[in-house]
């Protein structure tokens, strides 16, 4: 059974700024694009064959980032969301972005990753990037990064929103009360370390509404084709 520990957010604030601690943002509401379209992108080059469709069956690493549901429409790949969160100073909704696919590219504004058959680089303001310098990327890095990812995931990995919730994780708080902050980096470590920026404005901005966070950090590495992120994600509930 999960271990809920009421915090504070007034000792939250005063815990992070001294040691750095960890949290996230939610909605109430359910966003993005209502699509019905059954296109299909089809992404290939040498010996890879990537598809990307509309579907509401997502991987628990998304959900858990806020999306219940991809789009796939004219080259443009959106998303439906039912939470956002904190990344860093920005409060961040995938419902927000609109991510592009080319023969053998996905590209978020000024950020690309260009698949090969067995790697991929990775372009920032077209200068090629080691996404091992985590101070180069920003948000939307890291909503690219993870749609590329969930790209490569195979179909058994991934859920419905109603399967996520009934898994009840985060019992008894429901899923449209939690809020979640996010760190990143290459080593477990590091993204715990970067978490403390994402719970310090959560803090800020949440003192006094009676949120309290749930268990302890949750560490995860994600990736595909020889590169991984490392995230560490505090939730909280805020009745």
């Not at 699509?35 to 858990?64: A, F, G």
């Not at 991510?99 to 690309?112: A, F, H, I, Q, R």
């Not at 902050?181 to 719970?199: C, F, I, K, N, Q």
């Amino acid at each position: 059974m999960k271990n809920f520990r009421k915090i504070t957010l007034g000792a939250l604030l005063a815990t992070v700024t001294i040691i750095g601690f960890y949290s996230c943002n939610s909605d109430n509401n359910e966003t993005g694009v209502n699509s019905n379209s059954t296109e299909e992108i089809s992404v290939k080059t040498n010996s890879v064959n990537l598809v990307y469709v509309s579907t509401d069956l997502i991987t628990e690493d998304l959900l858990d980032l806020g999306v219940s549901g991809i789009n796939v429409n004219n080259h443009e790949i959106s998303f439906n969301t039912f939470n956002d969160y904190y990344f860093h100073d920005q409060i961040v909704n995938f419902s927000n972005y609109i991510v592009k696919e080319g023969d053998n590219y996905l590209s978020l504004d000024n950020s690309k990753i260009v698949i090969n058959a067995d790697n991929f680089v990775y372009y920032k303001g077209g200068q090629e990037i080691d996404l091992n310098n985590y101070n180069a990327l920003d948000e939307k890095d890291l909503v690219l990064l993870c749609t590329y990812v969930e790209f490569k995931a195979s179909s058994d990995t991934k859920m419905t929103l109603a399967q996520y919730e009934a898994k009840g994780r985060t019992k008894p708080c429901p899923i449209y009360n939690i809020r979640r902050a996010v760190g990143w980096g290459a080593t477990p470590d590091e993204a715990a370390s970067d978490l403390w920026y994402a719970t310090y404005e959560f803090a800020k901005e949440h003192m006094g509404d009676g949120c309290y966070s749930i268990g302890g950090v949750n560490k995860k590495t994600i990736g595909a084709l020889g590169f991984e992120i490392d995230l560490a994600i505090q939730s909280f509930c805020c009745p």
